[in-house]
């Protein structure tokens, strides 16, 4: 069997696990089903409140209710596929080293990182993807916009480089708890981190906004991770400068930079493991 097929088999036997695992237990899935679901409804009502009181998020940037709509579904598309497919994996990575369970995975024949990454997909976040998405489309018929084809396309593929973009910075800090036998503080800063990509990007501007633009654009490129596939929907926001017509290469570049940087911190954390048995 080919490679990719294999590694997709071994995935979908993960997922079909993990659904049961969690049909298992149908009162704790409802639960935090339910949970996630509420959080994002208070946050849509916020803002909602918001945009009760302004058209638009600053002057001359283009982001009006519905196409911020549009910015928020990608939004929770984006971090609802991160978090179902590599949160739960991500925060038990720490356990697996401290128990010993890591030596178990290093001795089966499959990519390490591989195994630890999907081993357990989060269902109740589905629900997430599922507003999101809905979200989208319902903006988009408010706007009177629909997107063509090859649009679609560029979307989903940007949509998806923001999943790698945030999937390899949170396991770039879970790596550490080689080095650090508990690094939750510092696995905890990928949420702070992540926070500064639920906003367009336009907001961060004159002399205090400007330096976090850069740094989370072309340091920490969490702001390109959504930014850049809601604008391939949202036809009225135009590039205003170089910068930007460059985002989406740029995008590109950072997804396997992150990538590759996230994949080298994490080979040289199982080199320096050393197993629990000796």
């Not at 400007?210 to 702001?223: A, D, M, Q, S």
């Amino acid at each position: 069997m080919p490679q990719p097929l294999r590694y997709l088999q071994i995935f979908a036997t993960f997922a079909r696990n993990s659904l049961i695992r969690d049909m298992t237990f149908r009162a704790n899935f409802l639960i935090e089903f339910i949970s996630s679901l509420s959080w994002v409804f208070m946050n849509l009502g916020f803002y909602i409140l918001i945009f009760h009181y302004t058209p638009s998020l600053g002057r001359d940037t283009g982001w009006g209710k519905y196409e911020f709509f549009v910015f928020t579904g990608t939004a929770l598309m984006i971090n609802s596929l991160a978090g179902m497919l590599f949160m739960t994996n991500a925060d038990n990575f720490g356990e697996l080293i401290r128990r010993g369970g890591l030596d178990f995975v290093l001795v089966k024949p499959v990519d390490t990182q591989f195994l630890v990454s999907l081993q357990r997909v989060d269902w109740s976040s589905s629900g997430n993807f599922l507003v999101g998405l809905g979200l989208a489309v319902y903006s988009l018929r408010c706007l009177g916009v629909w997107p063509s084809p090859v649009t679609i396309v560029l979307y989903v593929f940007y949509l998806l480089c923001g999943v790698v973009i945030l999937y390899s910075l949170m396991f770039l800090l879970a790596a550490t708890a080689v080095w650090l036998g508990r690094n939750e503080t510092l696995f905890d800063f990928w949420f702070y981190i992540v926070s500064f990509g639920r906003y367009p990007m336009e907001i961060y501007e004159g002399r205090f906004g400007r330096p976090f633009r850069w740094f989370f654009t072309f340091i920490i490129p969490v702001l390109v991770a959504i930014n850049v596939p809601s604008r391939f929907l949202v036809q009225s926001i135009r590039p205003q400068s170089l910068e930007e017509w460059l985002l989406p290469l740029y995008t590109i570049a950072a997804t396997v930079i992150v990538f590759a940087v996230c994949r080298a911190v994490f080979q040289l954390a199982l080199h320096s493991y050393r197993s629990a048995s000796s």
